[in-house]
Nanobody, 123 residues
Framework: QVKLVESGGGLVQAGDSLTLSCASS????????VGWFRQAPGKGHEFVAAVHRNGLTTTYEDSVRGRFTISRNNAENTVYLQMGSLKPEDTAIYYC????????????????WGKGTLVTVSS
């Protein structure tokens, strides 16, 4: 039962930029806080960034603040994660996640998960 669909992952070089997208045809992002988590090989899920359901409030993990930008397009019902100055340590599967009640998002509170998109950053 797919509710969140990610796209935009790929293989890039260090210093490059990449934009991930998360869309849903079943959920309205106006009613949800939507964020991104990532999972590197052998590690658990790590919070990356999120946008509140008000569409204005955002929050970032310290290591990506200033390099990544999260935004929401209401007309497209899509959340974007613009990633710049990518580093090899950003390599991970990136998951879109949506929560109804919890802010900022936490893994245990996620109501909907996407299947993930792989981002690989070569040095």
């Amino acid at each position: 039962q797919v509710k969140l669909v990610e796209s935009g992952g790929g293989l890039v070089q260090a210093g490059d930029s990449l934009t991930l997208s998360c869309a849903s045809s079943e959920l309205s992002f106006r009613d949800l806080s939507v964020g991104w988590f990532r999972q590197a090989p052998g590690k658990g899920h790590e919070f990356v960034a999120a946008v509140h359901r008000n569409g204005l409030t955002t929050t970032y993990e310290d290591s990506v603040r200033g390099r990544f930008t999260i935004s929401r397009n209401n007309a497209e019902n899509t959340v974007y994660l613009q990633m710049g100055s990518l580093k090899p340590e950003d390599t991970a599967i990136y998951y879109c996640a949506a929560e109804v009640d919890i802010w900022p998002p936490v893994v245990a509170g996620v109501d909907y998960w996407g299947k993930g998109t792989l981002v690989t950053v070569s040095s």
